[in-house]
T-cell receptor, first 110, second 122 residues
Framework: KQEVTQIPAALSVPEGENLVLNCSFT??????LQWFRQDPGKGLTSLLL?????REQTSGRLNASLDKSSGRSTLYIAASQPGDSATYLC?????????FGTGTSLTVIP | GAVVSQHPSWVICKSGTSVKIECRSL??????MFWYRQFPKQSLMLMAT?????????EQGVEKDKFLINHASLTLSTLTVTSAHPEDSSFYIC??????????????????FGQGTRLTVV
C-alpha cells in the first residue's frame, strides 16, 4: 500500500517569500502525481498534474517536480501571496486509486 | 479542466435519519467515481469506488449497508448515509474520472473533485 507523507505539516511565511512543500511516497509504481489546493471547508482544486514519465510541470508561480527514484515530489511556490494561504495536498495515482498525503497548511502573512 | 458538482454543500440532520449526497460530472461522462471522507485536519480517506452500472467497491472498514452508493448513469453518483449518527459527521468529497477513450482531451489518469459536503448529525 502506498504511504504518502507531507512535510512540513504547517508553514507560515511572510508575503513575497519563495517556498517549497515536500511530498514523499513509498511505492514508485505510480501513474501520476497531482498537487491540490484545499481552502477551509471546500473541495479540492487541482494545481498541477505530472505524469509518471515527466519530471516537472509549471503553471504560473507554481512548479512541481517528480523524482520517482527517490520517492519524492516538491511543489515550489514563487513570490508567495496571502491568497496562497490554504492546505496543499499531494496525491499519487496507482492502479485505480489515489493516495493522498496529510497536507501542508500554508499561511502567507501580509 | 472538467467540472464536478456536488450537492448539497452542507447539511444538518437529526440522528437516525438518512442523507443523500449527489455528485455530478457536468461536462464529461464519468465511468468511475470515488467517494472520500475527510476528518478535521486529516487527509482524504477513500471510502468506495463506483463504476457506472455495477456495484460499488468499498474500502476495508467502510460499512456498505450504511453508506449506500448508486452510480446509475455516467454523470451521476449518489452517496446515502443511512441512519446517520453524530460520528458520521464529516466532510465528504466525490471525484470523477473521465472515460478511457480520452474524450474532450481529458486524461483518464486525472480525477476531478467536487466541492465537498459538510455533514453534521445532531
Amino acid at each position: 500500500k502506498q504511504e504518502v507523507t507531507q512535510i512540513p505539516a504547517a508553514l507560515s511565511v511572510p508575503e513575497g517569500e519563495n517556498l517549497v512543500l515536500n511530498c514523499s511516497f513509498t511505492d514508485s509504481a505510480i501513474y501520476n502525481l497531482q498537487w491540490f489546493r484545499q481552502d477551509p471547508g471546500k473541495g479540492l482544486t487541482s494545481l498541477l498534474l505530472i505524469q509518471s514519465s515527466q519530471r516537472e510541470q509549471t503553471s504560473g508561480r507554481l512548479n512541481a517536480s517528480l523524482d520517482k527514484s527517490s520517492g519524492r515530489s516538491t511543489l515550489y511556490i514563487a513570490a508567495s501571496q496571502p491568497g496562497d494561504s490554504a492546505t496543499y495536498l499531494c496525491a499519487f495515482l496507482t492502479g485505480n486509486q489515489f493516495y493522498f498525503g496529510t497536507g501542508t497548511s500554508l499561511t502567507v502573512i501580509p | 479542466g472538467a467540472v464536478v458538482s456536488q450537492h448539497p454543500s452542507w447539511v444538518i440532520c437529526k440522528s437516525g435519519t438518512s442523507v443523500k449526497i449527489e455528485c455530478r460530472s457536468l461536462d464529461f461522462q464519468a465511468t468511475t467515481m470515488f467517494w472520500y471522507r475527510q476528518f478535521p485536519k486529516q487527509s482524504l480517506m477513500l471510502m468506495a469506488t463506483s463504476n457506472e452500472g455495477s456495484k460499488a467497491t468499498y474500502e476495508q472498514g467502510v460499512e456498505k449497508d450504511k453508506f449506500l452508493i448508486n452510480h446509475a448513469s455516467l454523470t451521476l453518483s449518489t452517496l446515502t448515509v443511512t441512519s446517520a449518527h453524530p460520528e458520521d459527521s464529516s466532510f465528504y468529497i466525490c471525484s470523477a474520472k473521465p472515460p478511457l477513450d480520452g474524450s474532450r482531451g481529458l486524461m483518464n489518469t486525472e480525477a476531478f473533485f467536487g466541492q465537498g459536503t459538510r455533514l453534521t448529525v445532531v
